[in-house]
């Protein structure tokens, strides 16, 4: 109820503000249950993905949506359950059978389940590498999968903002649903889930239009993070250096 009472106030006001775009909604089952596969831009993904949708997307987010302390954390976790994501701990293990039987059970339930391969936003607007955990959601459920690809979400609101900027017109593309019955009972095999998710990355880049790079998003995260951690040591030494050439100077 709280998902669709959300539609109805925020969708007009989004669809004044930013005109989206939807091309492919009728790729979309329209009852029954279906894997929704896409690219991850940005937190605005989860609403303008699901915007055009006339069925409710139980999207999977990570976990760090609802773990906020307070006030503000309690209105966070209402509001993402609200919009029908569902937390996830992507600490691997155990934590990702149990995302695996969430997502299960959602699809039971004859629903549609949103699932962003690439497991983390894009750092740059680029189509990161995916996760095999999604082909074997794919190969254990049995269900169609629809790719559903983000275009100009990252400009509304790129990492590390929390004001969406105006201006800008995101897109969505749904595609025609990928076909994985050949692969059915190879869940266990990690070739063949290699090969599922690849085939739905591509999927995405023609959709999408992105660069496709063969990395996961999460590494090269981390790997701008330390670079910056680094650059910001080296600048805070520099300034130490100039500070005690500059008292030196002051003493001779």
């Keep these: 109820m709280i998902y669709w009472i959300l539609k109805l106030i925020l969708g007009p006001i989004l669809a004044a503000l930013w005109q989206p775009r939807a091309e492919g909604v009728e790729n979309i089952p329209l009852r029954g249950p279906a894997i929704m596969v896409g690219n991850h831009l940005s937190v605005a993904d989860h609403f303008f993905g699901a915007l055009p949708v006339p069925r409710k997307i139980n999207f999977m987010a990570k976990s760090d949506y609802f773990a906020g302390a307070g006030a503000k ?7 993402f359950r609200g919009a029908g994501a569902i937390p996830i701990d992507r600490s691997g293990g155990k934590a990702s059978e149990s995302a695996l039987r969430a997502g299960l059970k959602v699809l039971e339930r004859g629903e549609l389940l949103g699932i962003y391969p690439e497991g983390t936003r894009s750092p740059d607007g680029k189509l990161y590498r995916g996760k095999t955990g999604v082909a074997r ?6 269900v169609p999968v629809v790719p559903m690809a983000m275009i100009n979400a990252e400009k ?3 990492p590390g903002t929390t004001v969406p900027k105006l201006g800008i017109r995101p ?33 995405l880049m023609q959709l999408s239009g992105q660069e496709y790079v063969d990395r996961y998003a999460k590494v090269v995260k981390e790997e701008r993070e330390r670079a910056a951690k680094e650059e910001r040591k ?5 300034r130490k250096a100039e500070e005690k050439e500059r008292k030196k100077e002051k003493g001779a």
């Design 234 to 238: 080296a600048e805070k030494a520099a």
């Design 156 to 158: 509304i609101m790129p």
């Design 171 to 203: 897109r969505v593309r749904f595609g025609t649903p990928l076909d994985f019955s050949r692969y059915y009972g190879m869940e266990d095999d990690h070739l063949v889930l290699r090969s599922i998710t690849d085939e739905i990355m591509y999927a």
């Design 73 to 79: 954390g309690a209105i966070a976790r209402r509001f």
């Design 137 to 142: 959601l794919i190969l254990e459920a049995k």
